[in-house]
């Protein structure tokens, strides 16, 4: 008993050590929002990482990431879509390469923010996830007197996802529908919130929705084309960004979300989407075919007069884009290059030379 | 001071006030508490971006309100038995000289960012929770019982060993007890697990009572938020106690009172303004936080009373919403009239605290005086 005594004084006489300053604790904090936007290479993310960055996604999102602008002769403004942030970006490093002296400033506050952009003239290139609007585009036609030209410069798709260790491979669309919504457009009969009742034995028990928040383009496109303009389920958990849907439903094993292709890690697995025939995984293959239901272009739009040309940094710009090297970024970030054909007809549209054939 | 209030008022509802007049909204009032659905049903649905092209408009406030005040209930909860607890322990029996040194640390805790709290909360906590069930339950029952044991059977103890075990260091001798215990309750857990749940409690859960599992729910918000909000209450209860003049307590004590008996009949009567006013701003932190919310509900905004589905709260859906909705549209009104909500919701709780205050004070002065 004394000896417990003795190592309770001895405890008390360490903890109140008059000598000693007060103990502190200090937080750190990474102050490296921007740069984490989406710097996520597909597969290779251990869990800390991609926990990490769905974290600083959600700062990133309430402040809009803006690249520090130097006043240089000859600077390239954009304007527009955050999940093209990383890509524009990785341009940007490349266009340096080969004319020092020339900075992207790219602002990412979402696709919505390019076509205004546009219309005022702040900005010539406005990289978009979506299509314009008709609204959009009737708004730039009355300002400039032409339409804008879209430039696809890439491929992207929204995978669905579940737990790793979840049986589950194939869902048709009808079953996607019946799991995410509960309006059923798509022609289910009934709405599907039991794993046992797509047949599965595991993970048992009520299916977990995972989803985007309701202004996110990502939210948006997986309404329209997965849930054929329905409306999502109530229950829906809704994460701040692709990463944190991923991160979430690698930790859940009764979790489905669905997220940006570049956003796959080892955690998830992606659920192929098809009718009764078969299952479309979202492959190279299947998304440069068109194949894959839930795909989408990436897209720049210029503002360019049909019978003018682009300022020379905007044209050279574009040039590289739709070049081997810059389609080579667009492939190591996880999205879909463009076949050789749609480049080419890219390239064609614009008045850009047309590419060696025997290029590497 | 007052002035910045005023006009933070004001904007709100300069910027609220299109919904209502002269024109109206785009959109039938009706729709901001709920929506008739495809039978006629009410039905509470929080669809604001979709105000304008939707057939019917949905953009129910009901389930933000319930969702911000089932997160701050359920923070409360939490917070207030372990808050007040604290405050009398430390104010009643701890060392000075302990006190002095656990007070830095608990201002500490109340300094910690909430999204740091959140972000432990909805990424590790509550995952966590998720897996092991049975562990966390036999957490949430052993300890409380254990501890209301340790207490009874505390007098019972060989004198020595009370000797040893001074209440006044109680806070530091408890926690290697606690930590056994924590131990103790997780290690039994796969047993009871097995024999009454078929070793898996959460398909039982589901299977008997229809209670689904969510990651994020709202009691890993209630205890992410309750941590939050312990500091706060903690503080001001603490300083209402220390406040009741010493003659009192010690007046009770010479009539032959003990300690307890001291602190539930005389000093706790006389500190109840205080302890008040110490909940009441614990309930508006609570109310109007945002981070721990944001990151540890899920965000679907449900109307369940299941405290093991997620939520949604007023302050989230403005954080989430707010930079993505287009200046003067309908959307952005709508989340700036949840905004109002919270101002109107929090400076009442507020103002309700300070008269409650004020009343209680009066009453115990007066009394003073007749004595």
């Given at each position: 008993m004394s000896r417990l005594s003795r190592c309770i004084g001895a405890l008390k006489r360490t903890l109140l050590a008059p000598s000693r300053g007060p103990r502190t604790l200090s937080i750190a904090v990474s102050g490296e929002a921007p740069a984490a936007v989406s710097r996520v290479a597909p597969g290779a993310v251990s869990r800390v990482a991609s926990r990490l960055v769905s974290g600083l996604v959600l700062s990133a999102m309430l402040v809009s990431a803006k690249v520090a602008a130097h006043d240089v002769a000859g600077s390239l403004d954009a304007i527009g879509s955050d999940t093209m942030a990383e890509l524009m970006l990785r341009w940007g490093e490349q266009f340096e390469e080969q004319?020092?002296?020339?900075?992207?400033?790219?602002?990412?506050?979402?696709?919505?923010?390019?076509?205004?952009?546009?219309?005022?003239?702040?900005?010539?290139?406005?990289?978009?996830?979506?299509?314009?609007?008709?609204?959009?585009?009737?708004?730039?036609?009355?300002?400039?007197?032409?339409?804008?030209?879209?430039?696809?410069?890439?491929?992207?798709?929204?995978?669905?996802?579940?737990?790793?260790?979840?049986?589950?491979?194939?869902?048709?669309?009808?079953?996607?529908?019946?799991?995410?919504?509960?309006?059923?457009?798509?022609?289910?009969?009934?709405?599907?919130?039991?794993?046992?009742?797509?047949?599965?034995?595991?993970?048992?028990?009520?299916?977990?929705?995972?989803?985007?928040?309701?202004?996110?383009?990502?939210?948006?496109?997986?309404?329209?084309?997965?849930?054929?303009?329905?409306?999502?389920?109530?229950?829906?958990?809704?994460?701040?960004?692709?990463?944190?849907?991923?991160?979430?439903?690698?930790?859940?094993?009764?979790?489905?979300?669905?997220?940006?292709?570049?956003?796959?890690?080892?955690?998830?697995?992606?659920?192929?989407?098809?009718?009764?025939?078969?299952?479309?995984?979202?492959?190279?293959?299947?998304?440069?075919?068109?194949?894959?239901?839930?795909?989408?272009?990436?897209?720049?739009?210029?503002?360019?007069?049909?019978?003018?040309?682009?300022?020379?940094?905007?044209?050279?710009?574009?040039?590289?884009?739709?070049?081997?090297?810059?389609?080579?970024?667009?492939?190591?970030?996880?999205f879909v290059a463009l076949p050789p054909s749609v480049l080419a007809a890219q390239r064609h549209a614009l008045g850009l030379a047309e590419l060696p054939r025997d290029g590497p | 001071m007052l002035l910045a209030v005023v006009a933070i008022a004001v904007f709100l509802l300069v910027e609220v006030l299109p919904l209502f007049w002269p024109d109206g909204a785009s959109f039938p009032l009706e729709a901001l508490w709920s929506s008739p659905d495809v039978s006629g049903e009410p039905e509470y649905r929080w669809l604001p971006h979709r105000l304008d092209d939707a057939a019917v408009p949905q953009a129910s406030l009901a389930p933000l309100l319930w969702g911000t005040l089932e997160a701050a209930a359920w923070a409360l909860v939490v917070a207030i038995p372990l808050a007040l607890g604290a405050a009398a322990h430390s104010s009643l029996y701890m060392s000075p000289g302990l006190r002095a040194r656990l007070k830095p640390t608990l201002e500490l805790m109340e300094a910690m960012p909430s999204v740091v709290l959140g972000f432990i909360a909805g990424l590790a906590l509550g995952p966590w929770v998720e897996r092991h069930l049975a562990q966390s339950l036999s957490i949430v029952v052993v300890l409380p019982a254990a501890v209301v044991l340790l207490a009874l059977g505390y007098r019972w103890l060989p004198d020595r060993l009370k000797a040893a075990l001074t209440l006044r260091w109680a806070a530091l001798w408890l926690i290697p007890c606690l930590l056994?215990?924590?131990?103790?309750?997780?290690?039994?857990?796969?047993?009871?697990?097995?024999?009454?749940?078929?070793?898996?409690?959460?398909?039982?859960?589901?299977?008997?009572w229809g209670l689904d599992v969510q990651a994020r729910n709202a009691l890993i918000v209630g205890l992410a938020m309750g941590f939050a909000v312990i500091p706060g209450i903690y503080a001001l209860a603490e300083d209402a106690l220390s406040d009741v003049p010493r003659e009192l307590a010690e007046g009770a004590q010479a009539m032959g009172a003990t300690r307890w008996q001291t602190l539930t009949r005389v000093m706790l009567p006389v500190a109840l303004p205080g302890v008040f006013s110490a909940i009441m701003i614990g309930a508006g932190r609570a109310v109007g936080e945002t981070m721990i919310v944001l990151m540890a509900s899920g965000n679907s905004a449900l109307m369940t009373a299941s405290p093991l589905d997620g939520l949604r709260s007023l302050a989230s859906s403005i954080a989430i919403e707010l930079p993505e909705a287009a200046p003067g549209g309908s959307h952005y009104r709508l989340l700036l009239l949840a905004a109002l909500a919270l101002f109107a919701f929090t400076f009442l709780v507020n103002t309700l605290a300070e008269v409650v205050r004020a009343r209680l004070k009066r009453r115990f002065t007066r009394r003073k005086g007749d004595a």
């Open positions: 004319r020092p002296g020339v900075r992207l400033q790219l602002q990412v506050a979402g696709s919505a923010s390019a076509p205004p952009a546009l219309i005022a003239g702040t900005t010539l290139l406005g990289p978009m996830s979506r299509p314009m609007q008709e609204d959009e585009s009737a708004a730039f036609i009355e300002r400039h007197g032409y339409a804008p030209t879209p430039v696809v410069v890439g491929k992207d798709a929204l995978v669905v996802v579940v737990n790793r260790h979840n049986p589950l491979s194939r869902l048709s669309r009808a079953e996607l529908d019946a799991i995410f919504s509960d309006t059923l457009a798509c022609g289910a009969s009934e709405s599907i919130e039991r794993w046992q009742q797509l047949g599965l034995e595991r993970p048992g028990g009520t299916i977990h929705l995972y989803g985007r928040n309701a202004v996110s383009g990502t939210h948006g496109l997986f309404r329209r084309r997965a849930l054929c303009d329905g409306e999502f389920k109530v229950s829906v958990m809704v994460s701040a960004g692709s990463a944190a849907v991923v991160a979430a439903v690698g930790d859940d094993p009764a979790g489905i979300g669905y997220a940006g292709l570049n956003h796959l890690n080892a955690d998830v697995k992606a659920v192929a989407i098809g009718n009764a025939e078969g299952g479309i995984l979202p492959r190279r293959q299947s998304l440069r075919s068109g194949g894959y239901p839930l795909s989408r272009d990436l897209l720049i739009y210029v503002n360019r007069p049909p019978e003018g040309e682009l300022p020379d940094v905007e044209r050279a710009f574009l040039d590289m884009v739709l070049s081997p090297s810059g389609q080579r970024v667009v492939k190591e970030l996880g | 056994l215990l924590v131990w103790l309750a997780m290690s039994v857990a796969p047993m009871w697990e097995g024999w009454w749940f078929d070793g898996d409690l959460r398909l039982w859960v589901e299977e008997s």
